[in-house]
């Protein structure tokens, strides 16, 4: 109940208190404050600053008692031997949701994490929960909460949408919401966790379960503090939505980055993403899987088998694809006699229609797409389709975006996963993007396409399971 | 001799002949002569086509044999079964270079292969050579000789420069154009093998390891016909200039999907590809790598070691690279006390700096940037800097981009490479470029980026072998 309250000051907070805004707009003081006032937000702003006025027309006062309101929230950028004293004062003005952005705790040595142990203590006495140290805070796409430090100018922050990300890197997560937004992949809730000397994923994955703008969930996590409650969160909330995990500290060297970055050892690797894994996790190896994995799950249907047929206009990334799908536990759909006979049938002379990959070749038109994938949706020999497209090829033309948004309605109705490949310059992202207002993913490699395919096969398979009540 | 003239009239054609020239945009045939004609390319253009009076401004002529001039390249957009009389009608009329576009022979069957066996006899019985079938041909940027049926509008061509790309599939040849025109490197020629009936990888490789204006070989394969005669001429060739390679057939999914595309079907990946490593290729795994490894190869001086220092505004992304780093055969630098000494003494208070990873912290300017650089590149314990950005951050300034520039002819006389990563959106995108300007190579994920650091590294100590005269 008490963390209940906490993460709705903190993603629905009615005042909130920068303390240490800055009138330097290089400062990260400065950018706190400003994400708070120019991009949407609507709540109360503070600022604490001793030597300022006013700071982008908010009233500064010289301290946090001072300011003649509750507080709901409080983003820290003080020095790390200061927090303690700030997080008093926050608690002491009511506020149940504390953000500490700076640096130079736990990641430092044993004063910073003592440092934390006194901030934590002081915050819990008051029910009140901290995200960081060493963090960037929250974005809230429903009520434009910000705490970044980023520029939109810099950085761009995604509109309403399914996925929610969870991170202990800054830097990752901005990657995350950049290429969410880009996409048009909508963000429900961002968390910034970073030395992570409070609030936890479990708790906040508990709080996402139930939360309906919520459809998907992705993680960036450098360790494991409390593996019992992460895995039983996992295990509760992956039943209903797919939760998508990137696990470091898989060799000894990025154990020790793990430790430098946020202060913590992480465990054995192997040990504890089997664990995630057996959870209900997906597992992700890298940023670009954690977001196509992401990107597909929030847009497509889930497959019913693993047997994929693929769609091109040109063959050389099919093959590559081909060589790997073994890898990712797919296979090559058989197709039968009838669709084979269909596509025949039905596609020009020039295709190599009469089998799997259907290669409409170079000369291909967006109709013979329409036509292939037409026969495809509704082959019972085939569980995921997987068109890929050479935008650049002259014959192919721009009403492929309205085939594809054909394609995506009947798509979800037959319970078949359509996911592209397409590579190439500024023409290519253009239309991609036509494409993927259909909500149907495009990806920028084989390899990737492939891989997002697997993740929604796997979670399938994982929520059939935890639905049946195995484990 | 023979292949060298052929060579030089497939490059360096005085008069090319389009036959199959459409007057429909949306054909191949129109496109071909567009390329021709209109994006630079010198020499005189001739169409044919029996049913139209000119295309393009070009006039159009009935058959071949009434062009009233010689021909040195002859351009084929013909059914197949046309293609052998089209063939020896080119080589009547002079030609030495036929690229044939068509698709419809090998990769449909036995009888597509006779065609191809018919063409290759009448061919090398003028001691004309063929590229192709089933692919889109060649583009020379130093003389702007460009046969792809990509419109500009679509497809990117890059300027001159190092890079020479040969690839069965002509697919991944326009993202690898694409992504080299868009970060400024530059391509010296590029041709497409499609079913590679004739001319071979081997054949053009000992031409391009005596170009000029080649420095770095990337190669696209999905069959090795002529093992022997590849592998002597990567070892010539890798001896002077990095030749990377990206094998396909590693399953046999894989080398169905070879068969079906260009109608070969491949050998044992794992032999194929070792013997390809130890005659000197760098092997990609993935289109991605295929492309980072040749941008790292173009642009970076080859290092003396494995040991790499980090230095970064935004952790994450180092910790998952910490991750891999044993995994690419790199090793952590073990700083050396001076530098150590150094960096904490000429580094600001809030920067992490006793340490490699060197962490700037998300206060980072260019200045400090600049400083650690510099220590960094006067270390004896260091072999590759990375610089990790995160560009989004508000105070690091843009000052970067010029410290980058001097950074890079410093690494150059240094003879330590510099290979960067950053992540995000449109902002981050402008910095890359920016920074790229001084061909410091960015990408956009730690593994992208230690892999391309790997490239660096194998390459230096396979040209250290095959130099040496080890095999």
């Not at 707009?25 to 109360?44: A, D, H, N």
């Not at 936890?200 to 409390?226: K, N, R």
Request: glycine share 8%; aromatic share 8%.
């Amino acid at each position: 109940m008490k963390a209940k309250e906490a993460l709705k000051a903190l993603f629905y907070p009615d005042s909130v208190a920068v303390v240490g805004a800055s009138r330097n707009p290089r400062k990260i003081g400065y950018q706190v404050l400003r994400s708070l006032v120019e991009y949407g937000y609507q709540g109360r702003v503070y600022a604490v600053n001793p030597a300022a006025e006013s700071i982008l027309g908010v009233r500064c006062y010289r301290s946090i008692s001072e300011i003649p309101d509750s507080i709901d929230l409080a983003v820290l950028i003080v020095k790390a031997e200061d927090a303690p004293k700030a997080v008093r004062g926050c608690v002491d003005k009511g506020a149940k949701g504390i953000i500490i952005v700076s640096g130079g705790f736990k990641e430092r040595g044993e004063e910073g994490e003592k440092l934390e142990r006194e901030i934590v203590q002081v915050a819990r006495s008051y029910n009140a929960r901290v995200i960081g140290p060493n963090c960037i805070g929250i974005y809230n796409s429903s009520n434009r909460l910000d705490t970044l430090f980023q520029a939109a100018e810099r950085c761009l922050r995604p509109d309403k949408g399914p996925l929610a990300f969870i991170s202990q890197s800054g830097t990752f997560s901005l990657a995350m919401l950049e290429w969410a937004a880009e996409c048009g992949l909508g963000v429900s809730k961002f968390v910034s966790l970073g030395n992570r000397c409070d609030l936890t994923e479990a708790e906040l994955l508990e709080y996402l379960a139930e939360d309906p703008d919520t459809q998907v969930i992705a993680m960036y996590i450098e360790s494991i503090p409390d593996g019992r409650k992460l895995l039983s969160a996992i295990r509760r909330t992956a039943e209903k939505k797919p939760v998508v995990v990137l696990l470091v500290g898989r060799t000894e060297e990025g154990a020790i980055g793990a430790k430098f970055h946020t202060g913590r050892l992480a465990g054995d690797y192997r040990r504890a993403a089997g664990a995630l894994r057996q959870a209900g996790a997906i597992i992700a190896d890298t940023i670009y899987q954690l977001f196509d994995y992401a990107k597909a799950l929030a847009w497509q249907p889930l497959p019913q088998g693993n047997r994929v047929a693929f769609v091109t206009n040109g063959a050389g990334p099919v093959v590559t694809a081909l060589d790997r799908l073994s890898e990712w536990g797919l296979r090559l759909a058989d197709l039968d006699a009838a669709t084979i006979q269909r596509l025949r049938d039905e596609l020009p002379a020039y295709t190599q229609a009469e089998q799997n990959p259907v290669d409409l070749t170079g000369s291909a038109t967006s109709s013979d797409f329409k036509t292939a994938l037409s026969i495809l949706l509704e082959s019972k020999a085939v569980d995921i389709i997987m068109p890929f497209f050479v935008f650049q090829d002259t014959p192919l033309d721009e009403g492929i975006a309205s085939v594809m948004a054909e394609v995506s309605s009947r798509s979800k109705e037959a319970g078949k996963p359509v996911v592209c490949c397409a590579m190439g310059g500024p023409y290519t992202r253009s239309m991609v993007s036509k494409v993927e207002e259909s909500r149907i993913p495009v990806y920028e490699s084989p390899e990737r396409a492939l891989s997002a395919a697997w993740s929604l096969y796997m979670y399938s398979a994982v929520r059939k399971r935890l639905r049946s009540g195995a484990t």
